[in-house]
């Protein structure tokens, strides 16, 4: 069979990672290995370029450029928020027929994966040869399938040193500490905290997540039992945690708040909620005299120096894999991982390709086996973690 021949677009969208133009780099250059395609050109803005041809001609970028541009966090072409439905997708679909384009890689979450979907869907529709392959790119760690999101673990780490710092902050000048740690509709990376603790009477003390609900008096009696117990406490709470009910606290502590484009409440970008657990922790604990909240906000997305070696090498590794399903094997679908290793054994891990429809539009959330109980991670959560994150520094005590 002859080989789909033609120009290929790669496009950046979601919130940026340390690792997501790894990503990008990984395509282009397996891109450029290819005979069969042409030009690759690299999209402005996610969808939003394809729709106004807002192109970078990026095969004839050298090496050491591409390899500057892999290492540095954010996204290199820029990112997008954007949502097609059928009619923006119709409107790119233009695009690429006046571009001779038939290779779509599109790096991003699951609003990404539904784009290469509903794309992947008009190609069939309009008798149109096109690859449309989605590359994983999450934080948040909530793509169903893949063992885990490239993004993820250089953030968990970010999160852990982190918290480990603000651990030795709360030993110092002890009293209670409140972390919020993204993950709107999951706990995977305010659970990345656990790896903080070095001894016993380490911090965090609580970990709450979105998949555990909590009712403030449980909150308040937590952090005080902690308090009798240590002395102090460190909590590190996600942004989306809910009452039992499933309302979020942080719409709770603002009757008003900003939305964003999608009508969501904005979360990361306020201090709303840290400052409303600490004010609901004095009315009833007075006798804590010293409280305070700090919101980590978007820092934890593109912090040079902070980058897990894992992440970095599967993140340039799912990007020549989709140029490899795509041409190779003339497949559609979503790049994902699948570890090998169990345990504390060496850690091992392949790609496999998984249909579209698998990965858009839906999320995983962390399963009962690594919490079911308010601000309680198991410890069966480290055994998944730790491989992902490796080594931290080790703090001394006298």
Not at 20 to 25: A, D, H, M, R, T
Not at 131 to 155: E, F, W
Not at 183 to 200: E, F, N
């Amino acid at each position: 069979m002859a080989k789909l021949k033609g120009n290929a677009v790669v496009g950046q969208s979601g919130g940026p990672t340390v690792v997501i133009n790894q990503s990008l780099v990984g395509i282009v250059k397996a891109a450029k290995q290819r005979e069969e395609i042409g030009k690759i050109y690299g999209a402005r803005n996610g969808v939003r370029g394809m729709l106004e041809e807002q192109f970078v001609e990026l095969q004839d970028l050298p090496d050491r450029q591409l390899d500057a541009v892999a290492g540095t966090p954010s996204a290199a072409l820029g990112s997008t928020r954007d949502k097609p439905d059928e009619e923006y997708c119709s409107k790119i679909f233009e695009v690429f027929r006046k571009n001779d384009i038939h290779y779509f890689f599109y790096i991003g979450g699951n609003d990404s994966a539904s784009t290469a979907h509903i794309l992947n869907g008009l190609s069939e529709k309009y008798s149109y040869d096109l690859r449309a392959i989605h590359v994983p790119k999450t934080i948040d760690n909530d793509l169903p399938v893949t063992d885990h999101c490239p993004g993820y673990p250089s953030a968990a780490r970010f999160v852990a040193m982190a918290i480990m710092g603000d651990n030795l902050d709360n030993k110092s000048l002890p009293g209670v500490k409140i972390d919020i740690i993204m993950g709107r509709h999951t706990g995977w990376l305010a659970a990345a905290s656990m790896l903080a603790r070095q001894d016993s009477d380490d911090g965090p003390h609580l970990i709450y997540v979105p998949e555990v609900p909590v009712e403030m008096t449980q909150f308040v009696e937590d952090v005080d039992r902690v308090v009798q117990t240590h002395g102090r406490c460190l909590v590190a709470v996600s942004e989306g945690i809910t009452d039992n009910k499933g309302e979020l606290w942080a719409k709770k502590a603002q009757a008003v708040m900003e939305q964003d484009a999608h009508g969501n409440v904005t979360l990361s970008g306020t201090g709303v909620l840290a400052d409303f657990l600490v004010s609901e922790l004095r009315k009833s604990k007075s006798h804590i005299k010293r409280m305070r909240g700090d919101t980590f906000g978007y820092l934890q997305r593109c912090f040079p120096g902070v980058i897990s070696a894992v992440d970095a090498q599967e993140a340039y590794l799912v990007g020549q894999e989709a140029v490899r399903y795509a041409t190779d094997w003339a497949m559609d679908g979503s790049v994902a991982i699948r570890r090998l290793s169990e345990g504390a054994g060496e850690y091992k891990m392949e790609t496999f390709l998984t249909p579209l429809a698998s990965v858009a539009a839906k999320t995983k959330t962390m399963p009962a086996e690594y919490c079911d109980t308010p601000g309680v991670i198991k410890d069966a959560f480290l055994d998944y973690l730790k491989p992902l994150v490796g080594d931290l520094p080790v703090c001394g005590r006298l």
